[in-house]
Nanobody, 116 residues
Framework: QVQLVESGGGLVQPGGSLRLSCAAS????????MSWYRQAPGKARELVAL????????NYPDSVKGRFFISRDNAKSTVYLQMNSLKPEDTAVYYC?????????WGQGTQVTVSS
């Protein structure tokens, strides 16, 4: 069955960095558009990074542009999110998503807390 397993979350001080990983299985990873979303308490889930299946093009909202970087390793069926210069407002549960054709799958999420 399809699995998306996120890891790498935790507590970090403002200005620090974290790298999230999402290991995928159960579908053709190289054909899927992969993305990271986040959801803070009381807020809607929002897209923070996307990487295409072909060409590896990326897209970021202004809130994280220049600080977050998404990458993928098709040989390992893994997508990464490098987060730098973290701010308290980046605190949220971060989710990995895979989409291809008519399907979309979500991971279980990993908590990121930015606090001193």
């Amino acid at each position: 069955q399809v699995q998306l397993v996120e890891s790498g979350g935790g507590l970090v001080q403002p200005g620090g960095s974290l790298r999230l990983s999402c290991a995928a299985s159960g579908f053709t990873f190289r054909s899927a558009v992969m993305s990271w979303y986040r959801q803070a308490p009381g807020k809607a889930r929002e897209l923070v990074a996307l990487i295409t299946s072909i060409g590896g093009g990326t897209n970021y909202p202004d809130s994280v542009k220049g600080r977050f970087f998404i990458s993928r390793d098709n040989a390992k069926s893994t997508v990464y999110l490098q987060m730098n210069s973290l701010k308290p407002e980046d605190t949220a549960v971060y989710y990995c998503k895979a989409a291809s054709g008519v399907f979309a799958y979500w991971g279980q999420g990993t908590q990121v807390t930015v606090s001193s």
